[in-house]
């Protein structure tokens, strides 16, 4: 059984993007050691060549017309829902 | 319990105002549920007036309903019932939401939810887990809890809710309702937050099937705005095909389900039968996968839905940061409960290079499995019976701490989910404490309207006025 060792959830919460708080990280480790220990009762399945089902109505590449649909928001109204907005853009702390 | 067709009458009897008033009256004395996180008294009032004087009408005209606070709708925040959104004012309304408002509906309130949709019992969410109608001590089911609970309580005739692997056919079993999750892509989720993009639908929870069915007829049909919808397909049937031929999923009736639910289950087959049709035991040799598959394909497009709550365009942003880096990882640790966190975090597991081919790709050949046996079965049966989770209500805090346990109760709704095919939860009685049990009815794809119309031949007044 795969066993997730606090560096591989320090790990996981780098690539979700989480600053997890010291508190939750051993309840995770746990939790998510278990979780992973269920689903691979599925490596017990044969699967060889059998193709994926990403879509189940079989629908694909259903295109629209490259035209602007007016959805009645204005600029404003999403900027206002914007944390913090400067000079009608979004404002964020530097990226460097 | 209330229906649609009485609440109209009372309409006409005395006003859309007076009808919308007491439907939000009764929200507050029944508050304690915890059912309804905001209400929409405003908007709702303003718009009662107008079906009053004649400027709206419709099929639904002054009637009440309540959305999942996940469905983006006016009048009060959408919080799919997590911090990261808890002041979120939408700034435009779901696609369903505005049919539903087309036809004269109107939207007293929005419903909690395990946040985000994350659960199976409402305790996820971060404004407090919603108590069942019928015991206030145990959970509502989730993730739509509060809208199943809210109908329950006759609040309101019905109520939306999404449903991506049981969360609108649990709760409706634990309160004692109908509930329908449709065929995938029947409905748009145009406005509605995204969990699992692949098995995610919108439904109805209501008091009896024929409301059901109105709400279904409004809803369902293509949208441009998601492009996942079916050309439209949905239409009620009068009556249900005769002699149908049933199969009863053998695999959910062993002992690791309650027997009073089984004993239902047995009691409805003989009502069936009893009505012409022939009911079969069948079984499906993937449907032990099912749950394994469905814990490595909804987490994974979870950890990539979600991601999109980065405290930059909308929604909870963290205070006191220096970078970007922190302002992402902060906003969305302080945004989340646990129940998200652990999801997006396996969900990046199994989408990390080195894992993928043994976790997801594994996941979706399996599905490829689970889809051929029911397409198989669906050859030579109508549809298909069991129940819709192996025990009634729990206890709320019973399962919080153990998710592993908490996801063994989606066992018997998440195969119809992973395949996309249409499953109805209706009331089949209670058990000798008193609780409601539920039973599920599946059907191939786009048997929608198919699969309700059996079950509305099979209703009773007895289980509706009980």
Redesign the interface.
């Known amino acids: 059984m795969t066993q997730i060792t606090r560096d591989d959830v320090l790990h996981l919460a780098q690539l979700s993007s989480l600053q997890l708080d010291e508190a939750e990280i051993d309840g995770l480790q746990m939790d998510i050691s278990n979780i992973l220990g269920y689903v691979e009762q599925l490596s017990k399945l044969d699967t060889d060549g059998v193709e994926p089902t990403y879509q189940v109505t079989g629908l694909k590449n259903i295109w629209r017309d490259d035209k602007v649909i007016d959805y009645g928001v204005s600029r404003e109204e999403l900027l206002h829902r914007a944390p913090e907005s400067v000079d009608n853009q979004v404002k964020v702390p530097k990226v460097l | 319990m209330t229906n649609i067709s009485e609440i109209k009458d009372q309409i006409k009897d005395t006003s859309a105002r007076q009808v919308v008033e007491k439907a939000i009256k009764m929200a507050k004395d029944k508050s304690e549920y915890n059912a309804i996180l905001n209400l929409t008294e405003e908007r709702a009032l303003i718009r009662a007036d107008k079906v009053d004087s004649g400027l709206i009408g419709g099929k639904l005209a002054g009637v009440p309903f309540v959305a999942k606070d996940n469905f983006l709708a006016f009048g009060a925040p959408t919080t799919a019932a997590s911090k990261m959104l808890e002041n ?2 939408a ?2 309304q779901a696609t369903s939401v505005e049919k539903l408002e087309a036809e004269g509906a109107i939207c007293i309130g929005k419903a909690n939810l395990d946040a985000f949709a994350h659960g199976g019992s409402t305790e996820n969410s971060a404004f407090g887990p919603t108590k069942n109608a019928v015991d206030m001590e145990k959970v509502a089911g989730g993730s739509s809890g509060g809208s199943a609970v809210a109908t329950a309580l006759d609040i309101v005739p019905f109520a939306l809710g999404t449903d991506t692997g049981g969360s609108i056919r649990q709760p409706a079993s634990f309160n004692g309702v109908v509930g329908i999750k449709p ?3 029947t409905v748009s989720r145009y406005g509605v937050v995204a969990m699992a993009s ?1 098995t995610d639908t919108i439904g109805v929870l209501a008091n009896n099937i024929a409301d059901v069915e109105l709400v279904m007829e409004i809803m369902s049909g293509q949208d ?2 998601d ?2 919808t ?1 050309p439209d397909f949905f239409k009620v049937q009068d009556k249900p095909k005769s002699n149908q031929k049933i199969g009863i999923i053998s695999d959910f009736m062993t002992d690791g389900v309650d027997i009073e639910i089984r004993d239902k289950v047995n009691e409805y087959v003989d009502k069936l039968r009893a009505d012409g049709h022939t009911v079969e035991e069948v079984s499906l040799s993937m449907i032990e ?1 099912a ?3 469905y ?2 394909i909804v987490p994974a497009e979870i ?1 990539s839905n979600l ?1 999109r709550f ?8 963290a205070n006191s ?10 906003t ?2 302080q945004g ?1 409960m ?1 129940e998200n ?2 999801r ?6 199994v989408l ?1 290079s080195g894992f993928f081919d ?2 997801y ?9 689970l ?1 051929n046996e029911f397409n198989e079965l669906f050859k030579t049966y109508d549809a298909l019976i069991g129940p819709v989770a192996p025990t009634t209500a729990f206890k709320i805090g019973e399962n919080i701490t153990d ?2 346990k908490m ?1 063994l109760n989606d066992i018997m709704t998440v195969p119809a989910s ?3 095919l249409p499953a109805i939860s209706v009331p089949a009685g209670y058990n000798k404490s008193g609780m409601p049990i539920g039973l599920q009815i599946i059907g191939p ?1 786009r048997s929608d309207a198919s699969l309700l119309s059996l079950a509305k031949s099979e209703e009773t007044k007895q289980w509706i006025n009980q």
């Open positions: 979120f004012d700034p435009l065929t995938y892509g692949s441009v705005r492009m996942t079916l996968y749950l394994a598959i814990y490595i950890s991601a980065d405290g930059i365009r909308y929604g909870h942003r940061v220096k970078t970007l880096a922190e302002l992402y990882g902060k969305r640790d989340f646990t966190k652990r997006i975090m396996i969900g990046s597991y990390s043994a976790y790709l594994k996941a979706q050949k399996a599905r490829t499995l889809i998710p592993v996801y992973l395949v996309g794809m």
